[in-house]
């Protein structure tokens, strides 16, 4: 082993190292598919059914009363800017499936307004995703995915669905939206998988 100080070792923040092909932004860019659709608190709920058809399901306050937590995550959009350090309130979706039985190996998650996207239910466990309803402290605005949206950063963003309402278990892999029109199924940025064949 080579004599290394630390201070050389600890990368600095804007020296750190971002997945291939990626390069940093200090500002947070929208990029949804369509408009944006408004849910009012009142009737936001959201579901978990399994792929028996079980229906597990959250009204806001219901949510609000769970265990929250406070993750600081790099994310990585396929369109190449990356974010570092963002921090979020949310509940873990370990929480929300604790109940839940299922044998099932992926998830479609679904959105208000028709937008879904595809993982493997292992990436949405332990301690990896989140249901996400406040960013840098401040109650989560509508065009980043307000009332609530999922947050899965070590996917690419694509993958962090906004205007999130639940969660299908499913025995098979379904693509979602942007997965069925030719971007990779799973999307990890260090493997730089953005689409099909990568
Ligand atoms: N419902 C929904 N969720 C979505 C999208 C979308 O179009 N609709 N776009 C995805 C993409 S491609 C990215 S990069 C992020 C963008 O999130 P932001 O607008 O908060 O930056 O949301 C993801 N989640
Ligand atoms: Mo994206």
């Not at 937590?69 to 990356?82: A, L």
Request: charged share 25%.
């Amino acid at each position: 082993m080579g004599i290394v100080s630390p201070g050389f070792r600890r990368r600095r923040r804007d020296d750190v190292e971002l997945p291939p092909g990626q390069y940093l932004t200090q500002d947070f860019p929208v990029l949804s598919a369509g408009p944006t659709p408004r849910i009012p608190q009142l009737e936001w709920e959201f579901v978990v059914v399994t792929e028996a058809g079980v229906r597990h399901r959250w009204t806001w306050d219901e949510l609000q009363a769970l265990p929250a937590q406070e993750p600081t995550v790099d994310i990585h959009c396929v369109t190449k800017w990356s974010k570092l350090g963002t921090t979020w309130r949310g509940v873990s979706v370990d929480v929300l499936m604790e109940d839940v039985e299922t044998a099932a190996d992926y998830a479609l998650v679904h959105s208000y307004g028709g937008y879904t996207t595809n993982l493997p239910l292992e990436d949405l466990l332990d301690g990896k995703a989140w249901v996400a309803y406040e960013y840098e402290g401040a109650e989560l605005s509508p065009p980043h995915g307000g009332p609530a949206r999922l947050l899965v950063p070590h996917l690419y963003f694509w993958k962090s669905a906004k205007w999130v309402r639940g969660i299908q278990l499913l025995p098979d892999d379904e693509p979602g939206f942007w997965e069925s029109v030719g971007y990779h199924d799973y999307g990890d940025p260090w493997r730089e998988q953005r689409y099909q064949g990568d």
